[in-house]
């Protein structure tokens, strides 16, 4: 299901395409944000710095410039999508610039608000879903200061709806987001396992640390 308001996340995240897509020439539209803007999709190929992955896997920019592929013996298991967008956008920010000095106040806020666009999103879905946001974490992120955030949403039963995993910084001027996770209906930037999630998050890490930022 695709998350009809959102930041351009992980909000974490509705993505952009279809795990299939993630190869092909074709671009991938535009995710639209909240109060109708949009984000301006941003490739992987002119950041990537040194790349981390388990044993046996691969990480490289997918044909999707806004996409990196994750594939393991040569198979695409997941992907993460990334994409930028002014901060003068950002509702949180009401359109005026960014006081140096104030940029992971900005950060902590952008989050609680895509928290709340996301559990909002999703109980409209289904009122049972629930959702269990994490307390963001200081991340660098190449070498701008960032936050590291995530969320669940499980079935009353438990059983798992949602896994999203994201980091966020700016420069001031824009907001960087990357994000992926298990995301139920919507396989482009995401995985198809939460175990494969885990397993590639100290790597992505690592890579989200090295980035050309």
């Keep these: ?101 104030s940029e992971l106040e900005f950060l902590q806020a952008w989050v609680s608000n895509h928290y709340r666009t996301i559990e909002q999103d999703r109980q409209v879905a289904d009122p049972a879903l629930k959702f269990v946001g994490e307390t963001p974490e200081t991340i660098s992120v190449g070498t701008l200061p960032g936050l590291r955030y995530g969320y669940t949403i499980t079935h009353p039963n438990g059983a798992l709806f949602d896994r999203g995993l994201g980091y966020v910084t700016t420069d001031g001027t824009m907001v960087h987001v990357f994000v992926t996770g298990v995301i139920s209906g919507d396989p482009s930037g995401s995985f198809s396992d939460e175990e494969l999630v885990e397993t590639f998050a100290p790597h992505l890490n690592t890579i989200i640390q090295g980035l050309k930022l």
């Design 1 to 101: 299901m695709k998350i009809p308001t959102r930041f351009p996340t992980l909000v974490g995240l509705s993505l952009l395409t279809t795990a299939l897509m993630a190869c092909s020439p074709t671009a991938p539209p535009e995710t639209p944000l909240p109060q109708g803007e949009a984000a301006t999709p941003s490739g992987w190929a002119d950041i990537l710095g040194p790349v981390s992955a388990p044993p046996g896997w691969q990480v490289k920019p997918c044909v999707n410039a806004v996409l990196l592929c994750v594939e393991a013996n040569g198979e695409l298991i997941g992907t993460v999508e990334r994409f930028s967008h002014p901060v003068s956008e950002v509702p949180v920010q009401g359109g005026l610039p960014l006081p140096e000095g």
